[in-house]
């Protein structure tokens, strides 16, 4: 299903990976101490700015800053939109 949603300049629209539920040992996490996901998909690109190419394309998983972007619930589903320079990596 595609987003109708289209990022303005430099702008990514990011899907975040689900909070882990269970430590590697076996050990399920309470939701009071789950911390905020800090990688996701990208399922929507903005076209860039002016002599400025956008480096991430849909599809990629990315990693970002703890406190990036902005929280926006669309279609049932929450998405962080964020500008280029918040992510940190492509894995």
């Known amino acids: 299903m595609a987003l109708k949603i289209q990022p303005l ?3 990514v629209v990011v899907e975040p990976q689900a909070a882990e539920t269970k430590t590697a040992s076996g050990l399920y996490i309470p939701d ?3 911390e905020k996901p800090q990688q996701g998909k990208v399922v929507a690109v903005g076209k860039g700015k002016k002599d ?3 480096t991430v394309k849909v599809g990629d ?4 800053g703890k406190y990036a ?3 926006l619930k669309l279609e ?6 964020m500008r280029e320079e918040d992510i940190l990596a492509i894995v």
């Open 32 to 34: 009071s101490a789950k």
């Open 76 to 81: 049932g589903s929450d998405y962080l939109i």
């Open 69 to 71: 972007g902005s929280e």
């Open 9 to 11: 300049s430099d702008r």
């Open 52 to 54: 400025y190419d956008m």
């Open 61 to 64: 998983t990315v990693l970002y």
